[in-house]
């Protein structure tokens, strides 16, 4: 959800700032901007699409000072105007989050905004709050201001500082030989910085650069507001913290931007991922071995969350710990965090996320928090907001994801829980050791017949049963994200129930069969369907359901209850086919982000 970063030191910083905007462009790429400042004012470009159309404007800039935004609409249409930094007479920021009562604040303007934009409304706010002193202006318009935000803000008044915030949405300060950065994601700060820094919840950071006649050092101050108050509240109390800097993170491989596709010898990055599936399975059953868990057998109900992808690796978990036996529910964060839940005593929520930064998972993790209620996150990114919130974490190890569609981590957050479902009931847990192999054969899967059936085809349903359900629902949403193929993930046995109604000559039906128990139900299912006209398309490893399909997709033959990792695989390759095949890019779905940091 857009990207942030900012610079300012002894070097012209124009560079940087595109470096990382290239960074961050997986965060969110309707729009994007830079702007520098000096004594003599301020000089923005911002531009809708791509990060590489600020790019020569960047290059060209000689300031020490600026900051730069890549951006994902929330309010306001991606266009020029909407794009971040904005501009106010001696003032210019970016943001991510929302301020959530902009409107009543736009009202109280003297003068009207430019663009549709709530961080323009901030803008004016922190210019109307300026009185000499940058950072007590940003602290005195925030104040007034409810929702989330990362900004970064910058005057030509004290070129030589940047002043910026955080609350729920996830900023990071670096400090390098030259100069001091801030980012929303550390990932932009490779490479050019050494040490860290993580401001609190609801804080400010001034970053300023050292006058090189009264300073030796450049110097990072900071002020923390009251951690998890809501409204403007938080940031009137507020107290100096204690500034650690600590060691740049090593990242398991390539930070984005991967190096150029031709160089990676795959068309996508998406694709690439999906073949890096075995090294990333094998990775992450190592650092499972690794894991320091708490009592689970004595934990009561688990409550398993996430969004998207996330969350339907919590519903394979469901299956698998409804068959242990053990209390569970399973529920997108979005709606956890909503309902009003009043968690029993003695449980445990289970939050599952790769970024570690999604805001409802974020809430979902704080809600239980506040009710004393245990929390354990699945994550794939060790310095995240969720690893540092929850009380247990289990790490996957898919490495960087790029592309915006979720494949690899998937698999890891499956054998993450799997793992965790034989912990919870005290079972040995599962024996990983094929199932790189096996991922491999799955990665080799031959869907060019599927990809040919579902080209032209305006809907389709995926259909399973159990944890088949839970990779339907996988495969489904891959289809939509990427192909803009209206597909419905569904449980094969409530086809019957309304939805068959949709089924005509041609219509596609592709059913996940790995479990033997589901085989007769599934077989009836497909007849069914194909008895109203349905092209009938089938992932399994048994000949039998095989038999009933127009087009057979071969799974591996493994355990069954690594089944469901293998299974994905495929259809995460008939997505990004089909995808390439209706020449739609894969790596920037539109309207889509990489770590959804908004609410
Ligand atoms: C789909 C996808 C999203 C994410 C969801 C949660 O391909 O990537 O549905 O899974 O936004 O993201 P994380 O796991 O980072 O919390």
Not at 425 to 444: K, M, N, Y
Not at 472 to 487: D, H, N, P, T, V
Request: with cysteine; charged share 20%.
């Amino acid at each position: 959800m857009c990207g942030i970063v900012g610079y300012t030191g002894k070097s012209p910083c124009g560079g940087f700032l595109y470096e990382g905007l290239k960074r961050l462009e997986y965060r969110g790429y309707d729009s994007a901007g830079a702007a520098f400042c000096t004594t003599e004012g301020i000089f923005c470009q911002k531009k809708r699409g791509k990060v590489q159309n600020v790019r020569s404007f960047c290059l060209r800039r000689r300031e020490t000072t600026g900051i730069a935004h890549t951006r994902w609409a929330t309010h306001g249409k991606p266009n020029d105007l909407n794009a971040h930094p904005h501009v106010f007479g001696h003032f210019a920021l970016v943001h991510n989050g929302i301020v959530e009562n902009a409107e009543a604040l736009r009202s109280q303007l003297l003068t009207p905004c430019r663009s549709e934009t709530d961080s323009e409304v901030l803008l004016h706010t922190i210019a109307a709050c300026y009185e000499g002193d940058l950072l007590q202006a940003v602290r005195n318009a925030l104040t007034q201001c409810s929702g989330s935000w990362a900004i970064a803000v910058i005057s030509d008044y004290h070129p030589e500082e940047i002043v910026c915030a955080r609350r729920q949405s996830p900023l990071v300060v670096g400090k390098g030989k030259n100069g001091i950065f801030v980012a929303s994601d550390v990932y932009a700060l490779h490479g050019l910085c050494e040490q860290i820094f993580l401001p609190p919840e609801d804080s400010l950071v001034r970053l300023r650069r050292p006058a090189a006649e009264r300073e030796e050092a450049e110097r990072i101050e900071g002020i923390a507001g009251d951690t998890g108050v809501t409204g403007g509240a938080g940031i009137a109390g507020v107290e100096a913290f204690d500034m650690q800097l600590s060691p740049l993170p090593v990242l398991p491989q390539a930070m984005p931007p991967m190096p150029p596709i031709q160089s990676i010898g795959h068309r996508t990055h998406m694709e690439a991922e999906i073949e890096e599936i075995p090294r990333a399975v094998s990775d992450t059953a190592r650092s499972l071995a690794q894991a320091n868990l708490p009592d689970l057998p004595k934990v009561q109900a688990v409550f398993a969350t996430g969004c998207g992808t996330a969350f339907h690796a919590c519903v394979a978990f469901r299956y698998r710990m409804q068959r242990y036996g053990k209390p569970i529910i399973a529920e997108q964060a979005g709606e956890l965090r909503s309902g009003c839940v009043r968690f029993p005593k003695n449980s445990l929520l289970v939050a599952v996320t790769q970024s570690g930064e999604t805001a409802d998972t974020l809430a979902a993790i704080r809600l239980a928090k506040s009710q004393n209620v245990q929390t354990l996150v699945i994550t794939n990114v060790r310095h995240s907001s969720a690893a540092r919130e929850a009380d247990f974490a289990l790490f996957t190890e898919a490495g960087t994801e790029t592309a915006v569609a979720a494949t690899k981590s998937f698999n890891c957050q499956l054998m993450a829980l799997y793992f965790l479902a034989a912990k919870c009931v005290g079972r040995p847990v599962p024996d990983f050791t094929d199932l790189p192999s096996l991922c491999e054969a799955a990665v080799e899967a031959d869907v060019t017949q599927a990809v040919k059936k579902l080209y032209k085809k305006r809907g389709m349903f995926c259909l399973g049963q159990n944890a088949d359900y839970a990779i339907a629902r996988e495969g489904a949403l891959k289809i939509k994200e990427i192909c803009y193929l209206f597909s419905e993930g569904y449980p094969a046995a409530e086809l019957k129930h309304g939805s068959l109604s949709l089924i005509e000559s041609g219509f596609p039906v592709l059913a996940i069969v790995t479990q033997k128990s589901a085989l007769k139900k599934m077989k009836n299912t497909l007849r069914e369907a194909k008895s109203r006209g349905a092209t009938t398309l089938v992932l399994s490893q048994y000949r039998e359901a095989l038999a009933e399909a127009d087009v057979p997709v071969l799974l591996p033959m493994a355990e069954e209850d690594l089944m469901p990792i293998l299974a994905v695989i495929p259809l995460q390759k008939i997505a990004v086919e089909l995808c390439l095949k209706k020449k739609l890019s894969p790596d920037y779905p539109r309207n889509l982000a990489k770590s959804v940091t908004v609410e």
